[in-house]
């Protein structure tokens, strides 16, 4: 039998997004009822993902027990959503709730498909193909790099949605200095597949990216899109995105950055675009049909690549946008693209992009971010992660 409740406040996903909008919520009102819906027992800092790949930090390091960071005063049912009926304004859980809302936050984020790529779901983690898109994968990938002897290093970026674009580039720097280190870099070739049609959207930032790829010797094949893996015979088969001919490469190092897919019940639901991610309003980040939803972090359909960065922002405006229709306003408040990603170049290099849907530079520092920088890298490996943890969930900033 369906069990019902209610409250005035649902929020799906207990990631970067849901969480620092149920902080901020809660912060400004107390006596509203917010339920937070997540069946992850585990709470993940994905950018540390990068070091832990690379042998920088261990993996544990990025993971927290959800329960231990829903703010005082959200009710935590740990089920995920099944279904969303945004008609009659109620969610159904995997454990057969049905939770009826008044206004709904939809954060779940985006999960990685690895069948979206032939060949590729059995065999990542054997025999040189690795990921660092995988909390599993983080220590294979970073043995593979160690003991890498020599060959092709292959690289890939899918044509999908994803995670923090820049990532897959910031793998290929680091193990590209490391082969150095291993005394491996002369018999290797690093080479880069991505769908893409350039490094980095921005000029400024790309100048510099072209730069460290002409440094690193490292060949790229713009708008390619890996098609299959053949573990057996170690061979990576990519389309081109321009001709539709396709070219087998072999491997002895394949990083491979999956294909992503938003989670199902938003579908089934019938609250997405055509490539399954939430159809909003990119300013309000109100749902385009149903004024009492919204959507933000990596399951909302918005033109600015998807990074927690991007999601603590979208996560104000939302906070602030319900805070208004719950006092009968309007949601006044204007989310303007901004997306930030610190690229790692090397072991103690990083380019700090920082931008906006106008693709305009909006940077924190007083001084050119496109530079490579050890201050830079400072702030993503030790900063950062402590600001995360102890101010940005919290919703203290
Ligand atoms: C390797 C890597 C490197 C990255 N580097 C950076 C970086 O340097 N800088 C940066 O800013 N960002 C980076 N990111 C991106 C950043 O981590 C994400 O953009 C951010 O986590 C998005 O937040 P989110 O809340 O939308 O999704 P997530 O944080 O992924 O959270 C989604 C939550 O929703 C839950 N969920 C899913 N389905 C359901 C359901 N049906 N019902 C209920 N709950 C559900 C999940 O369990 C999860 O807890 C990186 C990501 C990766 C993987």
């Avoid at 009926?85 to 954060?107: C, H, M, W």
């Avoid at 990083?255 to 199902?264: D, E, G, K």
């Avoid at 106008?358 to 992660?385: G, H, I």
Wanted: charged share 25%; glycine share 6%.
């Amino acid at each position: 039998m369906l069990q019902h409740q209610h409250c005035q406040i649902l929020i799906i996903g207990g990631g970067t997004a849901g969480l620092i909008v149920a902080s901020k919520l809660i912060k400004k009102l107390p006596a509203v009822s917010i339920v937070l819906l997540d069946s992850a027992d585990k709470h993940y800092y994905q950018p540390a993902w990068l070091f832990a790949g690379s042998g920088i930090m261990a993996k544990e390091k990025s993971a927290r027990s959800e329960k231990s960071l829903i703010p005082n005063g959200v009710l935590f049912l740990q089920e995920a959503a099944e279904l969303c009926n945004p008609d009659e304004n109620y969610v159904i859980t995997s454990q057969g709730k049905r939770i009826f809302y008044d206004y709904l936050a939809l954060a779940p984020g985006i999960t990685v498909d690895w069948a979206g790529v032939k060949g590729l779901e059995g065999s990542i983690g054997k025999d040189g193909v690795v990921s660092i898109y995988s909390y599993e994968q983080l220590d294979q990938t970073w043995q593979s790099i160690k003991i890498f002897p020599g060959g092709a290093a292959v690289f890939t970026l899918p044509a999908t949605p994803l995670k923090c674009p820049s990532a897959p580039q910031k793998i290929m720097y680091l193990a590209e200095e490391y082969f150095h280190k291993t005394g491996v870099r002369k018999d290797t070739n690093v080479i880069f597949f991505t769908a893409k049609d350039k490094l980095c959207e921005i000029k400024k930032y790309e100048s510099t990216l072209k730069k460290v790829i002409e440094r690193k010797n490292i060949k790229i094949f713009f708008k390619h899109d890996l098609e299959e893996v053949r573990p057996d015979k170690k061979e990576a088969v990519f389309k081109s995105l321009v001709t539709g001919s396709k070219e087998t490469i072999k491997y002895d190092l394949l990083h491979v950055t999956p294909c992503f897919q938003a989670p199902v019940f938003l579908k089934k639901s019938r609250l997405t675009q055509k490539n399954g991610l939430v159809d909003v309003n990119p300013y309000t980040l109100q749902h385009q049909r149903y004024k009492n939803i919204f959507a933000l972090g990596d399951a909302a359909d918005l033109p600015t690549p998807k990074t927690g960065a991007a999601a603590r922002r979208q996560a104000k405006v939302v906070a602030e946008n319900l805070i208004r229709l719950l006092s009968s306003g309007q949601p006044g408040a204007s989310y303007n693209g901004y997306t930030s990603c610190p690229i790692t170049t090397g072991y103690g290099k990083v380019v700090l992009l920082e931008y906006d849907y106008d693709k305009k530079p909006l940077e924190t520092f007083p001084f050119n971010q496109a530079k490579e920088r050890y201050s830079m890298f400072l702030l993503d490996r030790y900063v950062l992660p402590y600001m995360y943890w102890n101010f940005m969930l919290p919703g203290r900033i």
